[in-house]
């Protein structure tokens, strides 16, 4: 099956830094989210984002669809931003594949 | 709108017993998946439904299983818990297509004792 490998495992960061999160899989796919858990465990939905750029207030994401990789921007980054994210993929539809998270720390 | 919709919260079980788990999908959205997370494994996906019928299934084994009603509402079920099915089980609903991607609801954490 696809692989979903997500980079770094762990950020630490000071607020008000920027960072770039990673995620590579190794086939085409036609399904990318990226997620955010929250200290509840729910899943909240960031970026639908199978290909190109979009961008959600201080929150960006691009995917290169053709080099099999995505990344996740954060800038000015807040407390609350804390939390793992994932990235899921699908490649054909009804089943997501997931990274195994990159953990993220912002102390004020 | 409502968002996705998962019952209980928590659950605490004992080894042996079964356990059944609720999701109601967002409004239209026919498609329902369920996920594993534990520590060890990550997120795993158990299976979906589409329209009342499995259209998808991971590689768990025959304790865990599920249906479809005919308002989307989904169930699984763990029959013969044991102490490794303790995890946060989630359920994700789409309109069916994955165009728009998933949205999760808040997750059940089972514990079994």
């Known amino acids: 099956g696809i692989q979903v490998e997500q980079s770094p495992p762990d950020l630490i960061l000071q607020e008000g830094a920027n960072s770039t999160l990673r995620c590579n899989f190794s086939?085409?796919?036609?399904?990318l989210q990226w997620f955010h858990q929250n200290p509840w465990g729910q899943l909240i939905n960031l970026f639908y984002?199978?290909?190109g750029t979009k961008q959600n207030g201080r929150l960006s994401a691009t995917t290169v669809a053709t080099e099999r990789y995505s990344l996740l921007y954060i800038s000015s980054s807040q407390t609350t931003d804390s939390g793992v994210y994932f990235c899921?993929?699908?490649?054909?539809?009804?089943?997501?594949?997931f990274g195994e998270g990159t953990q993220l720390t912002v102390n004020p | 709108k409502a968002g996705v919709t998962q019952t209980p919260r928590y659950l605490i079980k004992t080894r042996g017993q079964q356990v059944t788990l609720s999701c109601s999908p967002i409004?239209?959205?026919?498609?329902v998946s369920w996920y594993q997370q534990t520590p060890g494994q990550g997120l795993q996906f158990l299976f979906e439904?589409?329209?009342?019928?499995?259209?998808n299934k991971g590689n768990f084994p025959g304790r865990f299983s599920g249906r479809q009603f005919s308002n989307s509402r989904s169930e699984m079920n763990v029959s013969t818990l044991e102490l490794g099915d303790s995890a946060l089980y989630l359920c994700?609903?789409?309109?069916?297509?994955?165009?728009?991607?998933?949205?999760f609801g808040s997750g059940t954490r089972l514990t079994v004792v």
């Open positions: 994700a609903s789409s309109a069916g297509t994955a165009s728009y991607g998933y949205t």
């Open positions: 086939d085409s796919v036609n399904n």
């Open positions: 984002i199978p290909s």
């Open positions: 899921a993929v699908s490649t054909s539809g009804s089943r997501l594949t």
């Open positions: 409004s239209g959205h026919r498609s």
């Open positions: 439904y589409f329209s009342e019928t499995q259209r």
